[in-house]
């Protein structure tokens, strides 16, 4: 059977071939990728909120969202430039912990995660409610890098990395889908790489 370089890459690295989706190629590497600047975060004056579709809203400094409970999650990255990434650690906050907080109104049924300087990513509800999803403060077992997302990023599993939005400063729920940053530009909504949704609805 014929096997694409991708493909064989996988196979002898001891992964599952299955792992790796369409179009994709694995590295070891952690590539930066993002538009615009990297924000320059002061943690004493940095906030939080949890607004839109919520019985309760909530903004959280630092040091209140950090006494959260915490998790670690293990998952494949697959970004719509062609890189995958297998088995990368995010150790910080689950959903579930700031929805008992903010309580989601039945009308709840998409988010649209806000970052510093006006990135946006939009995903179901479900998206964030999903066990390997993370508010993630750690990458590989320390603090995520300016670069990748300092203080706090979204992950998102099972999508496009595109959605898992870098320098995050606060989720608001919706009842209506709102496109974000890139899906405005044309990226596709959904995202599933397993069906290469990249580009176009
Ligand atoms: N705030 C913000 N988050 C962002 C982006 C961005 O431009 N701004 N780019 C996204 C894209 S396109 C990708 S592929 C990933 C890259 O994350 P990494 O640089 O940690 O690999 O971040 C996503 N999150
Ligand atoms: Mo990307």
């Not at 209140?64 to 906050?93: K, M, Q, Y």
């Not at 608001?172 to 990249?198: C, I, Q, V």
């Amino acid at each position: 059977m014929f096997r694409g370089r991708a493909e064989r890459k996988v196979i002898a690295a001891g992964y599952d071939p299955a792992r790796l989706p369409p179009g994709q190629y694995l590295t070891d590497k952690w590539p930066v990728l993002h538009a615009g600047g990297i924000p320059d975060t002061d943690l004493a004056a940095w906030d939080f909120f949890v607004r839109g579709e919520v019985e309760n809203p909530i903004s959280l400094s630092w040091d209140e969202l950090n006494r959260l409970p915490r998790t670690e999650i293990t998952e494949d990255i697959h970004c719509v430039t062609r890189w995958s990434r297998f088995d990368a650690t995010f150790e910080g906050i689950h959903w579930s912990a700031l929805e008992e907080l903010v309580r989601p109104k039945q009308s709840a049924h998409f988010v649209v995660a806000h970052s510093d300087q006006g990135y946006t990513a939009n995903v179901p509800i479900a998206s964030l409610r999903d066990s390997l999803a993370l508010l993630a403060t750690h990458a590989d077992g320390a603090p995520l890098s300016p670069e990748h997302g300092w203080p706090l990023r979204l992950i998102i599993p099972g999508k496009y990395f595109w959605k898992s939005a870098k320098w995050l400063r606060g989720i608001e729920l919706t009842s209506n889908d709102r496109p974000g940053f890139w899906e405005r530009y044309g990226y596709h909504n959904e995202a599933d790489p397993f069906d290469e949704e990249r580009y176009g609805f």
